[in-house]
């Protein structure tokens, strides 16, 4: 409990309009935090009555950082999971690691990647390997079953052999490697905290979401390299500012490749079936977007160059997505296209296994005003 307390307390150095909050956060239970820092998103209802409500938060923010909208607290910390991937992809894209291995659009949109672990995934993956000059056995990320096949309800092929480049974070992880490849670093532990690629990742993250590397908690994401929790209106910052492109300073050159890269092969930054594909889709090349493990998602709109982050706390990829397209309704980023486009994401009607209407699924909240 202590631990959060200071944790939070870091979070208000920088964002001010948290730190009554944080004044007394070592005395709060940890049901407390949800209370307070949560608000109802999304609910189910059966038959008129409600039967579950979805909490969450919700940061809307400029390029400057300006916060222009928010639900429940928008400077929330939580750990940023694979939202994180464009921003750890700086340190390459810096030292011009692009140009240096004779990576293309495919390959920068793999840096960004949680894909699905088709065929085109992990060709490109052993693409970057190639021009990279390693081999698979480099990677430190594991191995798991392609996640494409429970996103499509299916079983692998029997006898299927899978190896790390089928991992949703292999073109991060090959991206790691090509940069202490051309920095002329250690291979065999650049997950490690300490090691040079990941001191460069964790600065350059900081600078990014207007943070000091001392102030982003660190922890251990599901491929095993570091990850960093920063508040929600921070996060959504760093995402602003990626999809503003050649108007950020210093970033503008490496943003500005990484959300074309994105924007134009969101297949490879997602995969069939995902919301991060359809999302783009949708945008028409304006939305960079990208979801996090355990109810994290960004959406950033190039031509306003604002952003908005969000955070479900039970996780709910449901809730997420429902709530992801709400807050664009709200925002006024929808034409009726688009409307119609992303309409299943809403998941509005619940239907049980004969296909019979039992119950439904609406936003409940209204975003308010910034700062």
Not at 161 to 166: A, C, G, I, Q, T
Not at 326 to 346: I, N, T, Y
Request: include cysteine; glycine fraction near 10%.
């Amino acid at each position: 409990m202590l631990r959060m307390g200071r944790i939070l307390r870091q979070a208000c150095r920088t964002v001010p309009s948290c730190r009554r909050q944080a004044a007394t956060a070592g005395t709060r239970r940890t049901t407390q935090y949800a209370a307070m820092d949560f608000t109802p998103l999304i609910e189910l209802s059966r038959a008129g009555t409600m039967e579950c409500q979805h909490f969450g938060a919700v940061a809307v923010v400029d390029r400057h950082g300006k916060l222009l909208a928010r639900a429940g607290n928008p400077h929330w910390l939580g750990y940023s999971r694979s939202t994180l991937k464009a921003l750890q992809a700086l340190p390459f894209m810096l030292a011009g690691g692009p140009a240096r291995f004779g990576f293309g659009p495919q390959q920068i949109a793999m840096l960004c990647a949680s894909h699905g672990g088709e065929e085109r995934h992990v060709a490109q993956t052993q693409t970057m390997l190639d021009k990279a000059g390693l081999g698979v056995a480099r990677l430190r990320c594991g191995c798991h079953v392609p996640s494409v096949f429970e996103t499509l309800g299916k079983s692998p092929p029997e006898g299927a052999v899978f190896d790390e480049r089928h991992n949703n974070c292999s073109g991060k992880h090959a991206g790691f490697l090509a940069y202490c490849v051309l920095m002329g670093l250690d291979l065999d532990d650049y997950i490690d905290p300490r090691h040079p690629l990941q001191a460069a990742i964790r600065r350059d993250v900081a600078l990014a979401t207007g943070m000091q590397p001392q102030e982003m908690p660190m922890g251990i994401d599901g491929c095993s390299a570091p990850n960093y929790a920063l508040p929600l209106s921070r996060l959504a910052l760093g995402y602003a500012r990626l999809a503003s492109g050649a108007a950020d300073d210093p970033f503008g050159a490496s943003f500005t490749q990484l959300a074309d890269a994105m924007t134009a092969h969101p297949d490879l930054v997602s995969g069939t079936g995902r919301n991060d594909l359809a999302f783009m889709r949708a945008g028409r090349g304006d939305w960079v977007t990208k979801i996090g493990a355990d109810g994290v998602q960004v959406v950033g709109s190039r031509s306003r160059g604002e952003a908005f982050a969000i955070k479900i706390i039970d996780a709910s990829k449901v809730a997420l997505h429902a709530t992801t397209v709400e807050v664009l309704e709200q925002l006024g980023w929808l034409d009726e296209a688009q409307r119609q486009e992303l309409a299943p994401w809403r998941a509005r009607e619940i239907r049980n296994a004969r296909g019979l209407l039992v119950g439904e699924r609406r936003p409940v909240f209204t975003l308010g005003k910034g700062d």
